[in-house]
């Protein structure tokens, strides 16, 4: 298994993004600054239930985009509640989603962003039992990008890659 070593800035990266798109929904301002550029914040969707991530995973993976770009796409995958208060993860022998429903009373992890990172993990090309690439290399990091900025919106992209660079995760 390849050595992980930019886990830990890829996971703030993303913290910093989900922190920005929260305090949008909570203020009602959806236009942030960010390397000089103003951005309006597109809507994040947010999930009821497991049933609802299972039908947006599948949704996502039947977009002709994903299918076209990603082989793997064309594999099933099942979504599953993960008990406890760690963060969502991908299975990958068994193709699942595990997410987190509710910790601290709230349920954070019931999100775009989180889902679209699993996803990316689901989508990671070649044989799944090879892991060729880190977990959170640089091809991961360019597929997260990717379904980001074609599925939530090309701001939501921008401010992605902004954070991930500020965070000195690298992509590609």
């Excluded at 969707?45 to 039947?62: E, P």
């Excluded at 044989?127 to 990717?146: I, K, M, N, Q, S």
Aim: charged share 25%.
């Amino acid at each position: 298994m390849t050595r992980d070593s930019q886990r830990s800035r890829v996971y703030d990266a993303e913290h910093q993004v989900r922190t920005m798109f929260d305090r949008a929904d909570e203020r009602g301002l959806r236009t942030v600054e960010i390397l000089g550029s103003t951005v309006t914040l597109p809507i994040e969707r947010r999930f009821a239930s497991l049933d609802s991530v299972q039908s947006y995973v599948d949704g996502v993976l039947t977009l002709s985009r994903v299918r076209a770009e990603w082989p793997r796409a064309a594999v099933p995958v099942r979504v599953r509640a993960r008990s406890g208060a760690g963060a969502a993860h991908y299975e990958v022998d068994t193709a699942t989603i595990a997410v987190p429903l509710h910790v601290r009373g709230r349920a954070w992890a019931l999100r775009e962003m989180v889902v679209l990172h699993e996803i990316a993990h689901h989508l990671e090309p070649g044989d799944p039992d090879d892991h060729c690439e880190p977990a959170h290399g640089g091809a991961f990091v360019d597929r997260y990008l990717t379904l980001v900025s074609e599925i939530i919106g090309a701001e939501a992209g921008f401010v992605l890659r902004a954070a991930m660079h500020s965070c000195g995760a690298r992509v590609g």
